[in-house]
T-cell receptor, first 115, second 113 residues
């Protein structure tokens, strides 16, 4: 069963506007973590933001915020004031408590910022 | 720069061959992870080591093996290579066994011809 679902293969956003990248997850474990990573065309994976399942508040890191809706099992990434350098592939990932610390990734969303 | 180094950056080899990918974690990090990114399978977890011991295993083929050495660097060995093994192989590291933040290296791009 798919653990992480990213339904938007590609997105366009105008420079300086906000954009939301969708992510839904599936787990029966009460303890888990949700992550977003950015992969520019150069290929490296850049950690953006983390949300723990017990965190009461939505995580924020600069222009990135995670809209965590636990009951709906969604963890959408919001990028405010988009910049051209935000053009990249974005991956949502989940870590379940238990054996090991592996991340399970979604298929990714390609974001293109237009000037 | 994440502080995780991987060598080589690119590797081109033929089917049936064996290769070794090397990873040096960030200074102070005890956990090392290997991930494979391919067009058809996406990003998949392969294996985790913590302080020299295997901690978690994912979809790692029997033809693949890994180890973490006393100096904490790790190697991923891929043998009897097939065309489908062509992928970007990432190493990541974290401070602890369950640290939430994993720092990824630049990856090794393997092309099997």
């Amino acid at each position: 069963a798919q653990k992480i679902t990213q339904t938007q293969p590609g997105m366009f956003v105008q420079e300086k506007e906000a954009v939301t990248l969708d992510c839904t997850y599936d787990t029966s474990d009460p303890s888990y973590g949700l992550f977003w990573y950015k992969q520019p065309s150069s290929g490296e994976m850049i950690f953006l933001i983390y949300q723990g399942s017990y965190d009461q508040q939505n995580a924020t890191e600069g222009r990135y915020s995670l809209n965590f809706q636990k009951a709906r099992k969604s963890a959408n990434l919001v990028i405010s004031a988009s910049q051209l350098g935000d053009s990249a592939m974005y991956f949502c990932a989940m870590r379940e408590a238990g054996y090991g610390n592996k991340l399970v990734f979604g298929a990714g969303t390609i974001l293109r910022v237009k000037s | 720069d994440s502080g995780v180094t991987q060598t080589p950056k690119h590797l081109i080899t033929a089917t049936g061959q064996r290769v070794t990918l090397r990873c040096s974690p960030r200074s102070g990090d005890l956990s090392v992870y290997w991930y494979q990114q391919s067009l058809d399978q996406g990003l998949q977890f392969l294996i985790q080591y913590y302080n020299g011991e295997e901690r978690a295993k994912g979809n790692i083929l029997e033809r693949f093996s890994a180890q973490q050495f006393p100096d904490l660097h790790s190697e991923l060995n891929l043998s009897s290579l097939e065309l489908g093994d062509s992928a970007l192989y990432f190493c990541a590291s974290s401070v602890g066994e369950s640290s939430y933040e994993q720092y990824f290296g630049p990856g090794t791009r393997l092309t099997v011809t």
